[in-house]
């Protein structure tokens, strides 16, 4: 099946700065979505991304399905930004495959 | 207006009992899923409904069955639990566009099960 990985692994930042979180993934995949999985154990939706660029505020993604991956942006990190984040793709509309997920902590 | 939502929240039982965690969507979704996420954090499918209809059953002991009385809800029932059932267990819905077409998938808020 495919294969989601998604670096680094953990990542510690002070609060201001920028950071770009990767996912890759090993065949062509119709559906991919980043979440944020707060502190408090919520997924929040953050993009629906199967190809092209997107922004919302201080985050963006971008997804080259051609070359098969994925980066999320995260500019300006606050607090509030910690927690872990996913990376989940879909081949053929159905189930979505998670990657392991980065584990983000922004220290003020 | 809560999109997806799960009961209970939280549940605490002993090994050997059955529990029920209920489910709801009020998207209009047809397709509905249960993912259980391990103590390391990691999400797997475990079921996908499709209008009432089962489509994907994981490898999944047969100790877990879906039920789904209509479009809007996805319950699961859990017989016998064991300990190593313990995990957070989340629902979540899309919309069906038929074939392979693109479709986002949203969240309830989990139910965290231990079992002792």
């Known amino acids: 099946g495919i294969q989601v990985e998604q670096s680094p692994p953990d990542l510690i930042l002070q609060e201001g700065a920028n950071s770009t979180l990767r996912c890759n993934f090993s065949?062509?995949?119709?559906?991919l979505q980043w979440f944020h999985q707060n502190p408090w154990g919520q997924l929040i939706n953050l993009f629906y991304i199967p190809s092209g660029t997107k922004q919302n505020g201080r985050l963006s993604a971008t997804t080259v399905a051609t070359e098969r991956y994925s980066l999320l942006y995260i500019s300006s990190s606050q607090t509030t930004d910690s927690g872990v984040y996913f990376c989940?793709?879909?081949?053929?509309?159905?189930?979505?495959?998670f990657g392991k997920g980065t584990t983000l902590s922004v220290s003020s | 207006d809560t999109a997806v939502s799960q009961t209970p929240k939280y549940l605490v039982t002993q090994m050997g009992n059955d529990k029920s965690i209920k489910c709801e969507q009020n998207l209009g979704h047809d397709t509905m899923y249960w993912y259980k996420q391990d103590s390391k954090k990691f999400l797997k499918i475990m079921f996908s409904?499709?209008?009432?209809?089962?489509?994907i059953n994981e490898t999944v002991p047969n100790r877990f069955s879906p039920k789904s009385p209509d479009k809007a809800h996805l319950n699961l029932h859990i017989n016998s639990l064991e300990l190593g059932d313990s995990a957070v267990y989340f629902c979540?819905?899309?919309?069906?566009?038929?074939?392979?077409?693109?479709?986002?998938?949203?969240f309830g808020p989990g139910t965290r099960l231990t079992v002792l």
């Open positions: 989940a793709v879909d081949q053929a509309g159905t189930a979505l495959i």
């Open positions: 065949d062509s995949v119709n559906n």
């Open positions: 979540a819905s899309s919309q069906d566009l038929g074939g392979a077409a693109y479709n986002e998938q949203f």
């Open positions: 409904y499709n209008n009432k209809e089962l489509i």
